[in-house]
């Protein structure tokens, strides 16, 4: 363990006497009060309590001391006072112009370093020298600036200058107690002038802490602000992070501020990533709440709970009126450079709607969606009944893709209409009602204005025409029936009355169509008279001889 030692003050407490008329030179025996702290290496004083103090005094520069005396002190924060020259086994005798010094050890330590310079030793013999007051206050500063050098910043010596008993007063709403050695500052909350506005300072604090903290242990607000003019009950400004936040663990509101004039919060943030408000609530519950505005009647009128939800009632017209008198009213932007949504709505539940829009109202012009072109002509529209309305000047008023699934799902109750009606007014040649693409951009199929459906297919069936239940009808044509498929023409040889076609196109069981180059008269029908997998045989009926080759065209059709 580890002392310093600051003497605070050294004072005459009886006269001296001389064994000569010389003053300058007389030796007498001489008492002083010497008065000291005592600290621990850190700084802080030692154990209050009784301690044993050895007091050695040395010529200057001499290593033998010339005094020693044993004192039992009692410290209170470290402080203790001796009178010097009381307790020795020997008289201290000091000589008025010599020079000592003063070594201490306390509780059997060694002597602390480094010793204390006495200087020069004031007398009072005789009245000739009494009116040499001086000298001591010449003293006492030498040794104010012997301990500023020896103890540097360890020990306060002055307080703005200032020497000996010091005062330190209140005003207005300060108010300044004591309490042994500690100064205590507070506001008393009445009377006075209080601080001084406005008031500025700059600081900085550690991260996870605040420069300013209030905490109410009742049923108050910790901190209110009012505006009762026109200006801001509470302005704040942020270069970095969040000028405002505001966190709330229990049912009450985490920021309560009211105005009477002006905004009750302004929150202004130069940060590009900062948010110039942000408000969080730590609990968990399904009642725990970011926003709660109440309407005149006390009612909740907007809300948003801690976990994003968000609640508009209204008893006026729009529960939600957004108005912009420059640029968008409500401009989403995304700066995702791929699959990147600006707006974009989840929800988890398997019955419930991402988005759900419903208006109570029953007319026929109640609607739920209504968005208007460049022009301000209706593009797209949802009426309260679901009927949805598309009108585009570009060439697809609607695309959809899908990637799993029916991109388009149209399902419908009635007995009498459509699940899904398409309806194109154009008159040209070239109106369409349906137009589909196979995977390399070809047409598939294809239904015209006026009802004329091609089909195109690669595949060994372009149409395939089924049902469910026995005896019914796969597809039934009416106004005449047109067919284009397998093609290619063959010859019956003179004398013969078969043909064998090869088709690769041609399935078994398939039908044929034959059309014969010849005027013969008497010529029988065509018949298959056996099938294979790509090849028929086909024959005249009846028995007549050809004279000659008959040439002829065919026709298959693949069931």
């Not at 580890?2 to 030179?25: C, D, E, H, R, V």
């Not at 004192?71 to 020795?88: E, Q, R």
């Not at 026109?230 to 920021?255: C, E, H, V, Y």
């Not at 294979?532 to 045989?537: D, I, K, M, R, V």
């Amino acid at each position: 363990m580890k002392y310093t030692f600051y003497a605070a003050s050294i004072m005459l407490t009886a006269f001296l006497s001389f064994a000569s008329a010389n003053a300058q030179n007389a030796s007498a025996s001489s008492n002083f009060s010497v008065q000291g702290r005592l600290t621990n290496l850190d700084g802080s004083a030692i154990a209050d309590g009784s301690h044993s103090i050895v007091a050695n005094v040395y010529q200057n520069g001499g290593a033998t001391a010339i005094y020693n005396e044993t004192d039992m002190v009692t410290t209170t924060d470290g402080v203790f006072d001796i009178m010097l020259g009381a307790s020795g086994s020997s008289k201290l005798n000091l000589s008025a112009t010599g020079i000592y010094e003063l070594g201490l050890s306390v509780d059997g330590g060694a002597q602390l370093m480094p010793l204390f310079t006495i200087g020069a030793v004031p007398i009072a013999a005789t009245a000739k020298t009494a009116d040499t007051a001086a000298v001591a206050l010449s003293v006492g500063g030498n040794i104010i600036a012997t301990l500023d050098s020896s103890l540097g910043s360890a020990v306060v010596t002055t307080v703005n200058g200032a020497h000996g008993n010091i005062t330190i007063n209140g005003g207005g709403n300060l108010a300044v107690t004591s309490n042994g050695n500690n100064i205590n500052l507070s506001f008393t909350g009445s009377g006075g002038g209080g601080l001084n506005l406005p008031f500025s300072q700059t600081s900085s604090s550690a991260s996870g802490s605040g420069l300013f903290s209030l905490t109410n242990s009742g049923a108050g607000a910790a901190e209110m602000l009012s505006s009762t003019g026109t200006g801001n009950a509470l302005q704040l400004a942020a270069s970095t992070g969040s000028a405002l936040s505001a966190t709330a663990n229990g049912s009450s509101a985490a920021l309560d501020i009211t105005s009477t004039g002006g905004a009750a919060i302004h929150a202004t943030s130069s940060d590009a990533n900062g948010a110039a408000l942000q408000l969080q609530n730590t609990a968990s519950g399904s009642g725990a709440g970011l926003i709660s505005a109440l309407n005149s009647s006390g009612n909740a009128a907007f809300s948003v709970a801690a976990s994003g939800a968000t609640n508009i009632q209204s008893s006026a017209n729009n529960a939600l009126s957004v108005t912009s008198t420059g640029g968008a009213a409500i401009n989403a932007t995304s700066s995702a450079a791929t699959n990147g949504s600006a707006i974009n709505a989840t929800s988890s539940s398997a019955n419930g709607a991402t988005l759900q829009l419903q208006n109570m109202a029953s007319g026929s012009g109640a609607g739920l969606i209504s968005a208007l072109n460049s022009s301000g002509n209706a593009a797209f529209s949802v009426a309260a009944s679901g009927a949805t309305n598309i009108q585009s000047s570009a060439n697809n008023a609607l695309s959809v893709t899908s990637t799993g699934g029916a991109a388009i799902n149209a399902t419908g109750s009635s007995a009498n209409g459509a699940a899904l009606q398409i309806q194109n007014m154009a008159s040209g040649s070239g109106a369409g009602l349906i137009s589909a693409l196979n995977s390399t951009g070809g047409a598939a199929f294809s239904v015209a204005a006026n009802g004329a459906t091609t089909i195109v297919s690669s595949g060994s069936t372009a149409l395939t025409d089924s049902v469910t239940s026995s005896g019914a009808t796969a597809m039934r044509i009416a106004g005449g029936f047109s067919l284009a498929g397998p093609v290619g023409s063959g010859t019956i040889t003179a004398g013969n009355l078969t043909a064998t076609i090869s088709n690769v196109y041609a399935k078994a069981g398939s039908m044929i169509f034959l059309t014969i180059n010849s005027t013969v008269s008497g010529l029988a029908p065509i018949r298959i008279t056996g099938t294979g997998a790509g090849s028929f045989t086909v024959g005249l009926l009846g028995a007549v001889g050809l004279a000659s080759d008959l040439s002829f065209n065919y026709l298959i059709v693949n069931q």
